[in-house]
């Protein structure tokens, strides 16, 4: 271990020790075993026997046989078992009352579950640098954002218990898996997202369908929370200023906004609300401009938010004539149903038929220039064309 400390304290010898581990065919059911070769946890050894029949017990599980590694690469240290164990013992919420007061099982999971934010925090970081060293040429690891959406995810489900409540609505103050099942009957199939955002006169009346007893106080619980919750809205737009259409050689210019909800101009998001994660953490939003399938990764950004609303401009000029499409995925490391989706498409013609010939500033000149999402979405439908034959329909997050 080294004597410097990252992010939350825990060793900077993760950051290569996780990079290495990252790959294009990264799936969420692979992330507990990376965790597990991490400078704090390789070291977490069983400590007593009562430890080891509890370990022995939660690896007899098929969700937590999935999450350790079947071979034995020689280049590679042993996995420590232990933690895997544990971290999935706890999200598929396996242990009993009595398992979870044994001082080893105590002490080690909470060092697990205090460490893990800051080990995604890191592994989202390194995943951002890998997929911007292929783009130069200095990796040959080609990271989509089909890895990142599955980091994310199992950030999602650490958080809010998602391996067990599944449904996005279990998030919410005395919604039990009843519950769930009736608003979305009520709400005919919409989502937690869109109950969120209704009038509060309307969410009432629906309500009064779902708690039974203690009416008013479940509701006003209910209300304190959605009036917690980051609410965003998510808008992308692509044009080339004052034309109807685009051609090759006009600078795109494409906009993207985020309008925050639940924050006033100088507030910051707070700590996130969950019945499952016992401790302080505070939510992230991460930016992915990415193609219909996942398969590409043209940008992506965690956004800092320092006002009730975030613009990004990018200017590019076009190169050749054809469709360029990308979709925008905005998505949040702590909350699931939240996510928010935009996508724009445009085609692009060799010549116009009528055009008056626009002199560009000298600021726009300079900002295309520089390297941006744009252009590596033009790169992405290029590389689709060139690898249909590579791409598994079926690959899941």
Known sequence: MSNEKDVGGVDVDNRKIFTDMINENMLGKHIPAIFAHSAEFSLMKVGSQEEFNVLKRIKTFEEVKEAIPKSNNPNKPPVQVKPICLLMGYMYEIFTKEELE??????????ILRTIPSYIDIM???????????????????????????????????????FVNKDAYSQLPYFDEAACKKIKSLMNGKTLFQYCMLPK????????????????????????????????????????????????GDILTCKLRVDYYN????????????????????????????????TGLAAI?????TDNFFE?????????????????????????????????????????ANRTVYQYAKEDIKAIKEPNFVQSAVMMEEEDTDDDDDVDEATEL
């Open 102 to 111: 044994i001082e080893g099982v105590k002490v080690a999971l909470d060092k």
């Open 263 to 294: 924050l006033d101009k100088g507030q910051k998001s707070g700590y996130v609300h969950s019945k499952h994660y016992p401790y302080l953490k505070r939510d992230n939003w991460y930016l992915i401009i990415t193609d219909e399938t996942f």
């Open 312 to 352: 990004k401009e990018f200017k590019e000029r076009i190169q050749r004539p054809g469709k360029i499409a990308f979709t925008a995925v905005l998505t949040n490391d702590s909350y699931k149903g939240l996510d928010q989706f935009s996508k724009v498409e445009v085609n692009v013609v060799p010549t116009a």
């Open 201 to 248: 006169e309307e969410r009432l009346t629906i309500s009064k369908n779902l708690f039974d007893t203690e009416f008013d106080r479940k509701f006003a619980e209910q209300e304190k929370c959605i009036s917690m919750l980051p609410l965003v809205k998510l808008s992308m737009s692509a044009f080339v200023e004052g034309e109807e259409e685009i051609v090759v």
């Open 301 to 305: 950004e965690k956004l800092t938010v």
């Open 124 to 162: 989202l970081s390194q995943t951002m640098m890998l997929s911007q060293m292929y783009k130069m040429g200095r990796s040959p690891k080609k990271v989509t954002a089909k890895n990142i959406m599955c980091i994310i995810q199992f950030s999602q489900n650490l958080m809010q218990g998602g």
